[in-house]
């Protein structure tokens, strides 16, 4: 088993840049496939990247984030990143980690056993 804590969060003007952090307690991080996901107000949560186990050699991201944002992992440090460029107002969220012992990159939110409880990011017009 896995606890994943979120961190990183913030408010920060459209254009500019954040980093999330999850960070995983547990043995054997390394074989758990991570995902970010994000929930604003009156919509469903939605995928926006996900890296693989085991050295993360594969990504996926939603249309709507790529080229903008870059998911990476340290295994050594226990942590998956998603690092977050030219933010837009539509990315105000609350975002999620999540983790699966299942192969990755997993779009798909069932397929995750661990979810974190989430970092709030704002980004004003």
């Known amino acids: 088993q896995v606890q994943l804590v979120e961190s990183g969060g913030g408010l920060v003007q459209a254009g500019g840049s954040l980093r999330l952090s999850c960070v995983a307690s547990g043995r054997g991080f390394s074989g758990y496939s991570v995902g970010w996901f994000r929930q604003s107000p009156a919509k469903e949560r939605e995928f926006v990247a996900a890296?693989?186990?085991?050295?993360?050699?594969?990504?996926a991201y939603a249309d709507s984030v790529k080229g903008r944002f870059t998911i990476s992992r340290d295994d050594a440090e226990n942590t998956v990143y998603l690092h977050m460029n030219i933010l837009l107002p539509q990315d105000t969220a609350v975002y999620f980690c999540?983790?699966?012992?299942?192969?990755?990159?997993?779009?798909?939110?069932?397929?995750?056993?661990?979810w974190g409880q989430g970092t709030q990011v704002t980004v004003s017009s």
């Open positions: 890296i693989d186990r085991n050295g993360g050699g594969n990504y």
């Open positions: 999540a983790a699966s012992t299942t192969y990755g990159p997993l779009l798909r939110e069932s397929l995750y056993n661990y």
